[in-house]
């Protein structure tokens, strides 16, 4: 099954995520657990999300990839910002049990100077600290583009903190194209090669998402800026290639494009058109 869709506003709750996404005619999304500056979540509806459970349901939708807010940093140098980090998580990991069997994706953090090393330890601590067997939800480590002191900017760094993890059947990774591109990995000209690496690094098991985006700047710039599908440097050609690969059969794809309704709908059609794996 072909999963596609984008990351859409929580505005309105879960059954008006579902509606808008399946109006744009996505059968998976996207969404901020709460504001992604990191301020209080909203209460859950229990109501809301039962209704949206059904919804999805009928429709055939695929696993939901939540997004942890951008602030969250789990190897930030000072104690209290990592305490932030361990609090959201938890919080965020009890609610994603309303909608049981989903992903939770977060960006590893920055070492902010403590380096990459440091960084590997604090993450693994905090992960340590908040996993636990008995959650049904994935927790997705997201491929980094490597902006200023970012971890996760090689699949080494991602391999390195799965190790140190105890309950690590609870982790997986989110690759977002527009970062490994941005991060150095070729996905346009060597995307088998890139795709055997990340298999013989971190192994293809752990892949549970793709972020499916363009990139503003060229390879290994560092930058993290996206693009609509076939308006920047990775192009409409090769990220067709991604959705078509065989590696990839049956993940969740989601657009974190800068568009509108209007526009995720457009790159939607356009991506179900060029979909040539089997559908069934
Ligand atoms: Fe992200
Ligand atoms: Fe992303
Ligand atoms: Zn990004």
């Known amino acids: 099954m072909f999963y596609i869709g984008n990351h859409t506003s929580s505005s309105g709750g879960y059954l008006a995520m579902g509606k808008r996404i399946a109006g744009e005619k996505g059968n998976t999304f996207a ?10 979540a909203k209460e859950i509806d229990e109501k809301d999300v039962a209704a949206y459970l059904d919804f999805a349901r009928e429709q055939g939708f695929g696993k939901l990839v939540a997004h942890a807010p951008y602030t969250l940093n789990a190897c930030a140098a ?10 959201i998580l938890r919080e965020d990991l009890q609610r994603m049990e309303y909608t049981p069997g ?30 636990t067997p008995a959650q049904s939800t994935i927790v997705l480590l997201e491929t980094m583009s490597g902006k200023g002191s970012e971890m996760g900017r090689d699949f080494q760094e991602l391999r390195a903190i799965i190790d140190r993890v105890e309950v690590n059947e609870k ?16 996905i346009v000209e060597h995307l088998d090669e890139v795709l055997e690496e990340f298999d013989q690094v971190i192994g293809l098991d752990r892949l549970k998402a793709i972020h499916l985006n363009d990139s503003m700047n060229p390879l290994a710039s560092h930058k993290d800026r996206h693009a609509k599908i076939g308006e920047g ?22 657009l974190e ?3 509108d309704e209007e526009g995720w709908a ?4 356009f991506l179900k058109e060029n979909y040539k794996l089997s559908n069934a």
């Open 31 to 40: 969404f901020f657990t709460r504001n992604p500056r990191g301020g209080k």
């Open 233 to 254: 440097k990775i192009g409409a050609e090769a990220l067709v290639r991604v959705i078509n690969h065989p590696a990839l059969n049956g993940l969740p794809f989601i």
């Open 102 to 131: 989903n992903y939770y994706n977060f960006h590893p953090g920055s070492h902010v100077g403590q380096g990459a090393d440091v960084g590997i330890e604090k993450i693994a601590e905090v992960l340590n600290e908040v996993l």
């Open 257 to 259: 494009t800068p568009n």
């Open 266 to 269: 457009k790159e939607i059609a």
């Open 78 to 87: 000072k104690e209290n910002l990592r305490e932030f980090a361990r609090n």
């Open 171 to 186: 982790l997986g990774v989110c690759l977002d194209t527009c970062h490994v591109w941005d991060a150095g990995y070729d």
